[in-house]
């Protein structure tokens, strides 16, 4: 089945720590993007990549940093400037960039502070 | 002026009702238009997706566009207790750049 990968579902930062949050996709899709989605309100861009070796920030693209080497693969790095990371982080995909292809998206990781 | 507006609900109601939930925008640039469900602890799915004023209809699903109001809807008939979930509005230009409403808590009731 084609789809949208996140991993893992659930992940705890220490104090001082990156991590990194998968996100793969076999719909041959170009697009990729992150979102940040907190309680109560909507979801908001955090980064990202019409095409492989390139990105661009979105909203709240601080304390967070990409990379896309490959056209299935989009990591997330939460690092440590990053001062409330704790919130539900989700990967999505499109055929090409611009409203007229829709995005899909994965289910998603939890992000909270140990 | 917020871009979006929807009203977060919650939403209680019987099954069977007829469910209409609405959006409100603000940016004229905005030509693509979608419903996403959400479920507890999952990703938003592709709902509704349309690109001009009217009606669209798919199975008990009705996505309503009017442009000239800047007004969305979603109807929902004959609603199930599987409907249950968080129903997001989006909105899109010509850019990359989706804007979310904060969503719509719906509850049927058996």
């Known amino acids: 089945d084609g789809g949208i990968t996140q991993s893992p579902k659930y992940l705890f930062r220490k104090e001082g720590q990156n991590v990194t949050l998968s996100c793969e996709q076999n719909l041959n899709h170009d697009a990729m993007y992150w979102y940040r989605q907190d309680p109560g309100q909507g979801l908001r861009l955090i980064y990202y990549?019409?095409?492989?070796?390139?990105?661009q920030k979105g909203d709240i693209a601080e304390g967070y940093s990409v990379s896309r080497e490959k056209k299935e693969s989009f990591p997330l790095t939460v690092t440590s400037a990053q001062k409330n990371p704790t919130a539900f982080y989700l990967c999505?995909?499109?055929?090409?960039?611009?409203?007229?292809?829709?995005?899909?998206f994965g289910d998603g990781t939890r992000l909270s502070i140990l | 002026q917020k871009e979006v507006e929807q009203d977060p609900g919650p939403l209680s109601v019987p099954e069977g009702a007829i469910v209409s939930l609405n959006c409100t925008y603000s940016n004229s640039a905005f030509q693509y238009f979608m419903w996403y469900r959400q479920y507890s602890r999952k990703g938003p799915e592709l709902l509704m997706y349309t690109y001009s004023s009217g009606n669209k209809e798919d199975g008990r699903f009705t996505a309503q566009v009017d442009k000239s109001s800047k007004y969305i809807s979603l109807f929902i008939r004959d609603s199930q207790p599987s409907d249950s979930a968080t129903y997001l509005c989006?909105?899109?230009?010509?850019?990359?750049?989706?804007?979310f409403g904060k969503g719509t808590k719906l509850t049927v009731n058996p």
């Open positions: 989006a909105y899109q230009g010509g850019s990359e750049k989706l804007v």
């Open positions: 990549s019409q095409i492989v070796n390139d990105f």
């Open positions: 999505a995909s499109s055929q090409g960039p611009g409203g007229h292809q829709p995005q899909h």
